[in-house]
């Protein structure tokens, strides 16, 4: 299981869903980690009879590396929290859960905004390669990296080697909504004037004034 964890919201994301460790759960709200496992075996145990798959898709059990051995955690979606959590009781519990149901439902807007990104990755390749008569395949990344300075000030190899990253690894986990948002506004735009203005950097000054202006708005 592949997670990335992103640094806005501090929740990981695996297959286009958030989640939470359990961990995270028992430091958020000061219990100790082993009484949090058995809250979410309790919690299993009690769905067994009327609703097992609800176990299968909110509580994911896998294990964290810690003083050389590897110990036992749990991954939980918002609904796996939300149910774990519920029993938790106190004004300030009740704070934290609502404050952390806010922090998914965030990070689930920035996945959705993600995974359209990647959807329309294709056609925005498809639109570099087509507004040159022998296209290359850094006219891609050229292209690329212009919206990612414009956006982050920096292109993805700076932000691969800042969060260690392997090269060619997607650097969008890593990135935060507003920054996704921007960027997928670009490379929308960038698929129009790739059609019609075929100087580099006269793209780059129409996409920077919109990004300018799009920092006016926020």
Same mark, same amino acid.
């Given at each position: 299981m592949t997670l990335a964890i992103n640094p806005s919201y501090e929740l990981y994301e695996c297959n286009g869903q958030s989640f939470c460790s359990s961990r995270q759960v028992a430091?958020?709200?000061?219990?100790? #980690?082993? #009484?949090? =496992?058995?809250?979410?075996?309790?919690?299993?145990?009690?769905?067994?009879?009327?609703?097992?798959?609800?176990? /299968?898709?909110?509580?994911?059990?896998?294990?964290?590396?810690?003083? /050389?051995?590897?110990?036992?955690?749990? =991954? =939980?979606? !918002?609904? /796996?929290?939300?149910?774990?959590? *519920?029993?938790?009781?106190?004004?300030?519990?009740?704070?934290?859960?609502?404050?952390?149901? !806010?922090?998914?439902?965030? *990070?689930?807007?920035?996945? !959705?905004n993600m995974l359209t990104a990647r959807m329309e990755f294709p056609e925005f390749a498809e639109a570099v390669m087509d507004a040159h008569e022998e296209p290359k395949s850094y006219h891609y990344s050229n292209e690329c990296d212009m919206i990612n300075r414009i956006v982050l000030g920096v292109p993805a190899k700076a932000v691969r080697e800042r969060y260690g990253l392997p090269k060619g690894a997607s650097i969008r986990p890593c990135l935060d909504k507003r920054q996704i948002e921007a960027i997928v506004a670009l490379q929308r735009a960038d698929i129009g004037l790739l059609a019609v203005v075929p100087e580099f950097g006269k793209r780059r000054e129409v996409l920077t004034g919109m990004y300018q202006r799009r920092l006016l708005r926020c």
């Open positions: 430091e958020t709200f000061g219990k100790r #980690h082993d #009484h949090v =496992l058995v809250s979410i075996q309790q919690a299993i145990d009690e769905t067994a009879s009327f609703a097992p798959e609800f176990s /299968g898709a909110n509580f994911i059990k896998t294990t964290y590396r810690g003083r /050389g051995k590897n110990y036992p955690q749990y =991954l =939980l979606t !918002k609904d /796996g929290f939300t149910y774990v959590t *519920m029993k938790f009781t106190g004004e300030k519990a009740a704070q934290f859960r609502v404050a952390y149901i !806010k922090r998914f439902n965030d *990070m689930e807007s920035f996945i !959705k």
